[in-house]
């Protein structure tokens, strides 16, 4: 006679799943941390949640990761899903008409990492990305456009053309499933 020990394995495979969606959370970290531009990218692994029978991983970036991702000033990326909202917030330089960097008006402010700040407004409106171009070149750099890195794109291509799938099949090839047969007789 052979038994299967059900209750047992899908306790244990449900562990070994969430296992390798670390796993996989981790490359895909790797995978963006390698191909960012600005040091100051900040992106972390954030939480492996289960929810109705799927498990997810998180990636998350802040405010530097945004900025490597999708750009800075005229070199921004404009299909940033979230730019209309941040456009409209209370983060974005209601002077500023473009995309360009530019001066704030007096008064004070909210910055992106959520920092409340004051401009005394003597550049209101300049561009200061021109401003900045002007400067001596050790000087240059505060407030100079970036392109965009493109790195959780790129990361992500890479994870949805196999390589999760990969990871998947080699989890399942490696969990003992011989271990939740039960032979008597």
Known sequence: MIKFDAERCIRDLHNHL????????????????????QPEADWTEGEIEEFIGAITAHVIGGAWAIMDEFGRGSKMDMSNPSLQEYIGGVYWNPLRRDKSIRG????????????????????????????????????????????????????????QKGRFK?????AVNAFPWAKYLIVKG
């Open 18 to 37: 969430v296992s390798t969606m670390k796993k996989a959370q981790s490359e895909l970290l790797r995978e963006i941390q390698s191909g960012v531009k």
């Open 104 to 159: 704030r008006p007096e008064g004070t402010y909210i910055d992106i990492w959520g920092n409340t700040r004051y401009s005394r407004g003597s550049l209101a409106g300049v561009n200061l990305e021109e401003l900045d171009k002007q400067k001596p070149a050790r000087f240059q750099g505060d407030f100079q456009p970036w392109e965009p890195s493109k790195a959780m794109r790129t990361a992500m291509q890479v994870m």
């Open 166 to 170: 990969e990871i998947i099949q080699e």
